[in-house]
């Protein structure tokens, strides 16, 4: 498994661009990820992850879900295997738009692992973030589904909370809080109290110089990391 560098940003689209818009903004992010030196994760539709793969060399090609199934039957079904084979190296799991019953968690993150595969898999609760953490995640995104595309962040205790208990339970566990991230500060903010990376989707989407909203917050990863070391 890659060794995650810490702080890290992710870049997540979902389904606001695809197609070469969508491969522009990975180019950029690809860019800022080497002239900064931040660890950045860019999420894309399924079939522009091969793209994106091929035109990329330093953010970690990133698929938006799978299914815990192997070679064979599974019509319709996102097959790991096949996401590995076009370089996704990481995959969102449980997402408040795509979430999974606890056993097909459970079977997904197994999957993942085999196939070495980084799980960021999400959580929109203490309780669920606390019942996760004991499947081993890689990333652990505790977001509460409320303020999904707000503009609203979580609180600094609540931030400073779920980090404490989940590495209570896993200290290897990456912990992610994203909700509402709109600018450079919320960035900044976020790291500070004590998370291990961050993100943004609706930020970065509605921002009127998508790739301009991305850098300020990949600097703004910077900042916070020198200010926490």
């Known amino acids: 498994m890659k060794e995650i560098g810490t702080p890290f940003f992710i870049c997540n689209p979902k389904s606001y661009l695809y197609g070469e818009e969508c491969l522009d903004l990975a180019k950029a992010a690809d860019d800022f990820a080497e002239?900064?030196?931040?660890?950045?994760?860019f999420t894309a539709?399924?079939?522009?992850?091969?793209?994106?793969?091929d035109n990329t060399e330093n953010i970690i090609v990133t698929a938006q879900h799978m299914d815990p199934l192997s070679p064979g039957r599974?019509?319709?079904?996102?097959?790991?295997?096949?996401?590995?084979?076009?370089?996704?190296?990481a995959v969102f799991l449980n997402h408040a738009e795509q979430s999974l019953?606890?056993?097909?968690?459970v079977k997904t993150i197994k999957k993942a692992k085999e196939l070495d595969i980084i799980t960021v898999v999400c959580?929109?609760?203490?309780?669920?973030?606390?019942a996760i953490a004991k499947l081993g995640p890689d990333i652990l995104l505790c977001e509460p589904t409320e303020l999904i595309g707000t503009g609203q962040t979580s609180s600094f205790d609540y931030i400073i909370e779920t980090t404490t208990k989940i590495k209570e339970i896993d200290e290897s566990i990456?912990?992610?809080?994203?909700s509402g991230i709109s600018n450079g500060e919320d960035v900044y903010n976020t790291i500070v109290h004590g998370a291990d990376g961050t993100g943004a989707t609706s930020g970065i989407m509605e921002a009127p110089d998508k790739a301009k909203k991305l850098e300020e917050m990949i600097q703004a990863?910077?900042?916070?990391?020198?200010?926490i070391k």
């Open 45 to 53: 539709p399924y079939a522009d992850l091969a793209k994106i793969n």
């Open 101 to 105: 019953k606890l056993n097909t968690l």
């Open 174 to 178: 990456l912990v992610m809080q994203a």
């Open 221 to 227: 990863v910077v900042k916070a990391e020198k200010e």
């Open 35 to 41: 002239k900064y030196g931040v660890e950045t994760f």
């Open 74 to 89: 599974g019509m319709g079904h996102v097959l790991p295997e096949s996401l590995k084979a076009v370089g996704a190296k």
């Open 123 to 130: 959580a929109d609760s203490l309780e669920e973030a606390l």
